[in-house]
């Protein structure tokens, strides 16, 4: 089992910058992939980066040159750090892991943590 817990959530105006954490009770190490998602009120959760642990990283649309994925391996920790927010930013974002064990692929979630951006 991997446990994830988010912080860094909060109220801001638009323009402003939010840095969330993600910190795993295991090392980060060995997961294959961190991402982060979001999920705004009343639609599906989509992803807005992701980090493969061969130091890839990938981007939503939308998000791309504003948000910056992270890791630090020595703190089982993964960042995102958002820029110049919109409104549209607003939702509740949530850290993922995905972690093989023995050749079976295990998706771990954090509780989330609210980002709300005012215009």
């Known amino acids: 089992q991997v446990q994830l817990v988010e912080s860094g959530g909060g109220l801001v105006q638009a323009g402003e910058s939010l840095r969330l954490s993600c910190a795993a009770s295991?090392?980060?190490?060995?997961?294959?992939?961190m991402a982060w998602y979001r999920q705004a009120p009343g639609k599906q959760r989509e992803l807005v980066a992701s980090?493969?642990?061969?130091?890839?990283?990938n981007y939503a649309d939308s998000v791309k040159g504003r948000f910056t994925i992270s890791r630090d391996n020595a703190k089982s920790t993964v960042y995102l750090q958002m820029n110049s927010l919109k409104p549209e930013d607003t939702a509740v974002y949530y850290c993922?892991?995905?972690?093989?064990?023995?050749?079976?692929?295990?998706?771990?979630w954090g509780q989330g943590t609210q980002v709300t951006v005012s215009s």
């Open positions: 295991t090392s980060i190490s060995s997961i294959v992939r």
């Open positions: 980090s493969l642990a061969d130091g890839s990283t």
């Open positions: 993922n892991a995905d972690r093989i064990v023995f050749g079976t692929l295990s998706r771990y």
